[in-house]
């Protein structure tokens, strides 16, 4: 096996893991600010790259308008769908709550699947197509375009948290929601918050990943449940440790596929996720009682 | 709604209803397609076809006096599903012979019900084993893969490129593929150098063409349809991979090149003649129908007529010809079915006989290249 080879199959793995980490990401904010695993998470991934596609098409926006259009467009969804599905729920247990969150990522699927049709479709990618050189192993630039997004979303992520008022209300919710509302949190206020700014984060992720991987109504379930996978592995961290299991998932995919055989790719990321949820269900880097955000 | 109107509503339905009765009775023909579901790319295609060539023979008079009635039904993709639906056209509707279904495994399903009630089946789907062994009541209109891999090798070995890598598809398509390259390799004194596979919902297949890489083929085939392929030529140009790729029969719309963009171009693939029937020569049999067939799908659907639709129109056109050789039973559509001869149809030249009910050859195809984002014959 040549060292060439390897690094092809460590590169490919971390620029889908990035990914995978970005979609992780998203889980954890909502699981942490409401205890619900939102399992629409993937379809925001869905709609950032299909609404980037209509405002380059039919608006004829630049790409540089177009996304940050598509970005509150789908956010604006994830607040309809906080508002209109989540918070008018009379017995808010985790079991109705996750439910809900099934039936409304079918439902999202369902309409897009009216509006933009069965077929995949391209966009084009941020800066050419000339792949890089990297050692013996290539790259394209918008494999760099989602490394930087997702290293600076991580970044944003941190600050917002840690340094800033709603931040730390929101970790507060999310360590005692009770708690968190007797000292005046407003905390319905901060599950919209996770839902818009997770909501939001699907789009990035969705709209970064099209000019490689297209688009098409159905891509929300495989990514979502990959994204899933991050989670687990980073134990339901908004930080760091989802975005290291994100990329651990991507690499051991990669290294998978070309090493043992491709077949079982999907298999890996199963495999991981049961074994986690069996062994260290805390997640990879969790102590048995850890701090959740 | 007052009284009067009323009245007049009621006189027009019961005089519409009993110039029916005085016409001939139209024939009944069943369809099932996947109209929804995850093979709707193939359903739909399909149920518009079957609905247009049956309104253009309609307007043109029938059949032998006889007017054609389509009745279809929407099998979501699912075998259960297309067994009761064909149960139902037989006992209910009482058709005399059925088109459809869309897909391989609904297909193999709806079989035997077929051959039990003895009403002819033709199906628009792919499988060989649909017509191998050959059953009495079952015909298909879709070409064999077989037929496909037969295109490919047959290039492969004239350029003396004889060690090829397969990536295919870990869906019934590409295992179908898989096991079609794997079989007809040794009769072209091809060696498949590696074989390896991808999800249908892939995004990223680097992994297997690094390994291809490493492995030097001389060719690459890809077995798939879209997206997968579109991605695998992506990955490739990104790997700098200057292996010829070949692709599958699958692939063969502009979708793919949309798709694939830059990196399609160079790809070679068998098609059927559908998409390049403006650039075939005169010459070729299929030349009038494909055209006849692009225009009208065109003019009704405001779409490009695929293979799929393809299917559909020459299973309604081959029940026609029997009709209008006089067959007007399921027993006697049966029996003319089989005496097809020369009937240069959508998917190919169909000769079907006592021991071949596929009835194409290898003619059904053309290798096709992405030029400039459009085909060329290759020669």
Request: net charge positive; aromatic share 8%.
């Amino acid at each position: 096996m040549q060292f060439d080879q390897i690094l092809q199959y460590v590169l490919s793995g971390l620029s889908t893991g990035a990914i995978y980490a970005l979609i992780g990401i998203g889980f954890s904010i909502i699981y942490n600010a409401t205890g619900i695993i939102n399992f629409a998470q993937g379809e925001f991934v869905m709609l950032g790259g299909l609404l980037t596609l209509s405002c380059l098409e039919l608006l004829k926006l630049p790409l540089w308008a177009a996304i940050p259009c598509a970005i509150a467009v789908s956010t604006v969804v994830g607040i309809l769908f906080e508002r209109l599905a989540i918070r008018p729920l009379k017995q808010p247990t985790p079991i109705n709550l996750v439910i809900i969150t099934i039936g409304g990522s079918i439902l999202i699927r369902g309409l897009a699947m009216l509006v933009w049709g069965k077929d995949t479709h391209a966009i084009p990618p941020f800066s050419g197509d000339t792949p890089i050189a990297i050692g013996g192993a290539t790259i394209l630039p918008q494999h760099l375009w989602i490394l930087a997004i997702t290293l600076l979303i991580i970044v944003i992520n941190k600050v917002y948290f840690y340094h800033t008022i709603s931040g730390k209300a929101m970790r507060a919710c999310s360590y005692n929601r009770r708690a968190a509302g007797l000292v005046g949190i407003d905390v319905r206020r901060m599950v919209l918050f996770s839902f818009i700014i997770s909501s939001a984060m699907g789009a990035v992720a969705g709209i970064i990943v099209a000019p490689l991987t297209m688009t098409a109504y159905d891509v929300g379930v495989m990514l979502g449940l990959k994204g899933f996978c991050a989670a687990i592995i980073g134990g339901m961290s908004s930080g760091i440790s989802t975005v290291i299991g994100g990329l651990i998932l991507g690499v051991l995919e990669s290294l998978g596929a070309g090493l043992i055989s491709s077949g079982y790719k999907d298999a890996i990321a199963f495999i991981i996720l049961l074994l986690i949820l069996f062994i260290r269900p805390q997640g990879l880097f969790g102590k048995a009682d850890s701090e959740r955000v | 709604m007052n009284v009067k109107v009323m009245h007049f509503v009621i006189a027009a339905v019961s005089l519409l209803l009993s110039v029916n009765a005085f016409a001939a009775a139209p024939i009944k023909i069943g369809a099932l397609f996947a109209v929804t579901g995850p093979a709707a790319f193939l359903g739909e295609p399909e149920r518009n076809s079957a609905k247009m060539v049956i309104d253009e023979i309609n307007k043109a008079g029938g059949v032998k006096g006889h007017k054609l009635e389509l009745v279809a039904y929407d099998t979501a993709g699912d075998a259960t599903k297309a067994v009761q639906l064909a149960t139902k056209l037989i006992k209910d509707d009482k058709v005399v012979a059925i088109i459809g279904p869309s897909t391989t495994g609904e297909t193999m399903a709806v079989i035997p019900v077929a051959e039990k009630e003895q009403i002819p089946l033709i199906s628009c789907s792919a499988g060989s084993k649909i017509t191998d062994p050959v059953k009495k009541w079952v015909f298909k209109t879709a070409q064999n893969d077989s037929l496909a891999v037969g295109k490919i090798f047959e290039y492969l070995q004239k350029a003396k490129q004889t060690n090829v890598s397969i990536l295919t598809v870990s869906d019934g398509f590409g295992a179908s593929g898989r096991e079609q390259l794997k079989n007809q390799a040794g009769k072209y004194g091809i060696t498949i150098v590696s074989d390896d596979t991808y999800g249908p919902k892939d995004t990223d297949m680097t992994a297997q063409l690094t390994k291809i890489r490493g492995s030097h083929a001389q060719a690459i085939i890809c077995w798939g349809t879209n997206p997968g392929p579109a991605v695998i030529a992506k990955n490739a140009r990104q790997l700098g991979i200057k292996t010829p790729l070949f692709m599958s029969h699958g692939v063969s719309s502009k979708k793919f090149i949309e798709l694939a963009g830059e990196a399609a171009e160079g790809i070679k693939l068998p098609s059927g003649k559908v998409v390049v029937a403006d650039i075939l020569p005169n010459s070729d049999q299929q030349k009038k129908s494909l055209m006849a067939f692009v225009k009208d799908y065109q003019k009704h659907y405001k779409a490009e007529g695929d293979h799929f639709g393809g299917h559909a129109w020459d299973a309604v056109m081959l029940i026609r010809n029997a009709i209008d050789n006089g067959a007007d039973t399921s027993a006697s559509i049966r029996d003319q079915l089989e005496k097809t001869r020369g009937f240069a149809g959508i998917g190919g030249s169909f000769n079907y006989s006592a021991q071949d009910h596929a009835g194409l050859g290898k003619d059904a195809f053309v290798l096709v290249e992405i030029k400039n984002k459009d085909w060329v014959i290759v020669k």
